[in-house]
């Protein structure tokens, strides 16, 4: 198990953006990934326009996941509608 930063941006509006954190917790929990700390960002202007957007709400997970399901994520999130952008960092040790 690895160690990773999740950034998140969801849409304003609270219900997509809640059904999109729920969904992306879900999808972590089916892929035995373990939150070890959640930071809210906040709302930001996007450098360019998402999805015909131009503002969104940022979450910061930390989290560890086995890096064999990294893979498995990234085709999950492209498939979830709420959820503008994603970023996977490994945090080095």
Known sequence: MRQY???VILPLE???SKAGRE???ADLAANAG???KTDELGDRDLAYEVKKRKRGKYVLF???????KIVELDR???LNPN??????VNIEE
């Not at 959820?83 to 996977?88: D, E, M």
């Open 14 to 16: 609270e219900d997509q």
């Open 5 to 7: 930063e999740l950034t």
């Open 34 to 36: 373990e939150i070890e």
């Open 76 to 78: 999950v999130f492209k």
């Open 83 to 88: 959820l503008l952008k994603y970023l996977f």
């Open 23 to 25: 969904q992306l917790l």
């Open 62 to 68: 930390v989290l560890k996941l086995d890096p064999a």
